[in-house]
């Protein structure tokens, strides 16, 4: 069973910045992709951001590219979504996902796939 826990998520005001974290077990994290989906209510998942298993590399959602940024520190199992320039439209609970039948690519896939593991999720509020 693979488990992904986040954190990091709170109140902050437009134009601020947030970093989430997202724990993976028990294997290590060069085992897994980590994809960023955020929801909020009465709308639909949308995909944030993913970072490759195999060689690391990122993609983005449009709405966030330049103010978001995804990186993975391996000794300690995490992946992290720094969070900058902050929009109310950011405002949503947000998920890490991954699949380990699965690696996300610059096709833009990720973003829509079936994913077979989730966290719990951490929120994310935008406001003044």
């Known amino acids: 069973q693979v488990h992904l826990v986040e954190s990091g998520g709170g109140l902050v005001q437009p134009g601020g910045s947030l970093r989430l974290s997202c724990a993976a077990s028990?294997?290590?994290?060069?085992?897994?992709?980590i994809g960023w989906f955020r929801q909020a209510p009465g709308k639909r998942r949308e995909g944030v951001s993913c970072?490759?298993?195999?060689?690391?590399?990122?993609y983005y959602a449009d709405s966030v590219k330049g103010r978001f940024t995804i990186s993975r520190d391996n000794a300690k199992n995490t992946v992290y979504l720094q969070m900058n320039s902050l929009k109310p439209e950011d405002t949503a609970v947000y998920y890490c996902?991954?699949?380990?039948?699965?690696?996300?690519?610059?096709?833009?896939?990720?973003?829509?796939?079936?994913?077979?593991?989730w966290g719990q999720g951490t929120q994310v509020t935008v406001s003044s």
């Open positions: 996902g991954t699949d380990p039948g699965y690696d996300c690519s610059g096709d833009g896939y990720w973003a829509s796939h079936d994913y077979e593991y």
């Open positions: 028990p294997r290590t994290l060069d085992y897994y992709h």
């Open positions: 970072i490759r298993r195999d060689d690391g590399s990122a």
